[in-house]
């Protein structure tokens, strides 16, 4: 009966530090729209666990939406950094970044640096985030000539789902 019960306590606090939910992004421009997405341990001191979408970035295009539960985004390639000593390259489908490994479980959705995109042709850039994440400080809304980029975060039913929308 101890066994269960520290199986289920492991559980509950694994779950409560989970990756933060889907990270849902909307564009709503008629632009399209690439961005770079950071999920980071906002309880870590220092700058250094954090896991950034190092290739490809994401691209949504005009109109369209997209939601990811975990870093296993088909094709991806993410730079985990878990130490002062720099990022090492993992696949999104890596274990430890699926949902329940232990980088995944231990990260939230933190930043996006974005940019817009019409026919292939770059413009306006920028940075939105979570204001409370310190190592890379954003706003949680920035305005473009294109477009504007926010960011923001709704709970409900115990899953944190954290919103990218250009407007």
Same mark, same amino acid.
């Given at each position: 009966?101890?066994?269960?019960?520290?199986?289920?306590?492991?559980?509950?606090?694994?779950?409560?530090?989970?990756?933060?939910?889907?990270?849902?992004?909307?564009?709503?421009?008629?632009?399209?729209?690439?961005?770079?997405?950071?999920?980071?341990?906002?309880?870590?001191?220092?700058?250094?666990?954090?896991?950034?979408?190092?290739?490809?970035?994401?691209?949504?295009?005009?109109?369209?939406?997209?939601?990811?539960?975990? &870093?296993?985004? @088909?094709?991806?390639?993410?730079?985990?950094? +878990?130490?002062? #000593? $720099? !990022? =090492?390259?993992?696949?999104?489908?890596?274990?430890?970044?699926?949902?329940?490994?232990?980088?995944?479980?231990?990260?939230?959705?933190?930043?996006?640096?974005?940019?817009?995109?019409?026919?292939?042709?770059?413009?306006?850039?920028?940075?939105?985030?979570?204001?409370?994440?310190?190592?890379?400080?954003?706003?949680?809304? &920035?305005?473009? @000539?294109?477009?504007?980029?926010?960011?923001? +975060?709704?709970? #409900? $039913? !115990? =899953?944190?789902?954290?919103?990218?929308?250009?407007?």
């Amino acid at each position: 009966m101890k066994k269960v019960l520290t199986i289920i306590g492991l559980l509950s606090i694994s779950c409560a530090f989970a990756q933060g939910g889907p990270l849902v992004i909307n564009n709503y421009t008629g632009y399209d729209f690439h961005t770079r997405v950071t999920a980071a341990n906002l309880t870590t001191p220092g700058c250094y666990f954090y896991v950034t979408l190092d290739n490809p970035e994401l691209v949504i295009p005009s109109g369209s939406s997209v939601s990811y539960n975990s &870093y296993n985004i @088909p094709g991806t390639l993410w730079k985990v950094s +878990t130490s002062p #000593s $720099g !990022g =090492t390259p993992r696949l999104g489908s890596h274990p430890s970044l699926a949902l329940g490994g232990v980088i995944s479980v231990n990260t939230q959705w933190v930043v996006s640096e974005f940019q817009f995109y019409q026919a292939g042709t770059p413009s306006s850039s920028g940075a939105v985030g979570d204001p409370s994440y310190s190592c890379n400080p954003v706003p949680g809304v &920035y305005f473009t @000539p294109q477009a504007s980029v926010e960011w923001f +975060t709704v709970s #409900s $039913g !115990g =899953t944190t789902y954290t919103y990218l929308q250009a407007l």
